[in-house]
């Protein structure tokens, strides 16, 4: 075809080409006639179409595209994995009159948690309005996460820790949810950390007097439990897409563009970079937040579960603390602790999690077995460190004086030493009663 037959309207119709816009704008109407073989006969109930302020669209334009109309942004729906507007979420998540058909009420039965459909099911949940739900559980687009204070705290082993503290509004939806919703989740009686009535010394105290104390440490523990996983989870509980993806927004939170970037707005100091912050891209549950505890010991249940099967296999006792995974046994898993770590850190990896190879240890009888914090060799005790280098503070107190002693400045120094000493006591009965005779000598 030359170009004289292209100027005066004889080229051939291309069977595959696009339509052009309607005959207002001057242009061919969409070519509809001609179908093509790869597809299925039109059915005449779907319209070819879809007519947005009197402009034709083609919608058979591409290969394998579906002749169906153009769904408004109304009708379309948003899966867990995305982090939700408040216009979708406030769409997806349902109403009293219209819940969200995706929510599973007999299986939350059987967990025995709140019936929550909707999101306006979740606001009474939680004391709030669906107004201000909505503006705390929207995501905010990629900046400094709007409702979160940042600051760092220094380790013990080294190094800093971010701390993401909620603001007051956010904070007190946390609350109310780790009270109503949080607290109720099914959790492994391995678990001990950020449980009533279980603490470290609850954690230690079924490894006293064992031949040998394995412990391992996970590494990013919270950083660990992202958004996807907190919604995932919810979902399997048998909440719906909306209420999942806004519990989930509500307890996670994001690092600015992903990155440490120093100088930037919202940085309060220049120490904050570290290598893995680029890869923290995803909001993750805040270390700060009231839920993220009791939401990470909740995710770990399948986790303990493997892991507990897995200690009785060895003979051995499993016990976690956050992210403290304690294992101790006798002579037979003395003899097999490398290939039971073997296996540990297999199950670890599939769930998702990584192990600080750093702070593997292998404690046997003959030397000092610790197990978050606590002397475990053959009872229950503080080390002797700390125990000599509180004693040392309180003679010095009883010889000196209180006031010179307070090097740290505390507000109320004397409570101070009264928490050290009931600490000590409740690890260490009879040490703790040596040390609280000290302190009655103390002239205040």
């Known amino acids: 075809m030359g170009i004289f037959d292209w100027l005066f309207g004889k080229k051939k119709k291309d069977p595959y080409g696009g339509g052009g816009l309607s005959k207002d704008y001057g242009a061919p109407t969409p070519y509809t006639d001609m179908p093509r073989q790869y597809e299925r006969p039109p059915d005449p109930a779907s319209p070819r179409t879809h007519d947005t302020e009197n402009r034709e669209i083609n919608l058979s334009f591409r290969q394998g595209r579906s002749k169906q109309p153009l769904a408004p942004v109304r009708d379309q729906t948003i ?9 979708e979420l406030d769409h997806l998540g349902g109403t009293r009159d219209n819940p969200d058909p995706f929510t599973d009420v007999q299986k939350l039965r059987s967990h025995g948690l709140p019936e929550v459909d909707s999101l306006d099911a979740l606001s009474d949940l939680v004391g709030a309005s669906r107004g201000d739900l909505l503006f705390l559980a929207a995501r905010a687009s990629w900046g400094r996460p709007a409702h979160y204070s940042i600051r760092q705290i220094a380790k013990k082993s080294g190094g800093t820790r971010l701390l993401m503290a909620p603001m007051p509004k956010l904070k007190a939806v946390q609350r109310a949810l780790h ?30 007097g064992k031949d040998v104390v394995i412990s391992v440490d996970i590494e990013n523990f919270f950083p660990s439990f992202t958004f996807r996983r907190v919604a995932g989870y919810l979902r399997t509980l048998g909440y719906g897409r909306g209420v999942s993806v806004a519990i989930a927004n509500l307890t996670t939170a994001r690092l600015a563009d992903g ?10 100091g220049h120490n904050l970079r570290h290598p893995d912050m680029a890869g923290r891209y995803n909001p993750e549950l805040p270390q700060g937040a009231p839920t993220s505890p009791g939401l990470a010991n909740a995710i770990c249940l399948r986790m303990d579960k493997r892991l507990d099967a897995l200690a009785r296999k060895f003979g051995a006792t499993y016990t976690r603390y956050a992210d403290d995974l304690t294992f101790s046994g006798y002579d037979d898993l003395a003899k097999s602790a490398g290939h039971l770590l073997q296996l540990v850190r297999q199950i670890v990896r599939t769930e998702g999690l990584r192990l600080n190879e750093k702070k593997t240890r292998i404690m046997r009888g003959g030397r000092q077995q610790r197990v978050t914090g606590v002397i475990v060799n053959s009872k229950t005790n503080i080390p002797r460190r700390e125990y000599d280098t509180l004693k040392a503070i309180l003679h010095n107190c009883i010889k000196h004086g209180p006031a010179g002693q307070n090097r740290e400045n505390h507000p109320d120094f004397k409570e101070h030493l009264r928490g050290r000493i009931a600490h000590v006591s409740h690890v260490g009965p009879e040490r703790g009663r040596k040390l609280l005779r000290m302190f009655e000598q103390i002239r205040w």
Do not use: M
């Open 79 to 87: 899966g867990p994995s995305t982090h939700g507007r408040a216009g």
């Open 179 to 208: 009270r109503k919703l949080v607290e109720q989740l099914p959790v492994h009686e391995a678990a001990h950390g950020f449980r009533k009535g279980r603490d470290a010394l609850s954690a230690a105290t079924p490894h006293v």
């Open 259 to 268: 990155k440490f970037k120093e100088g930037s707005k919202w940085t309060p």
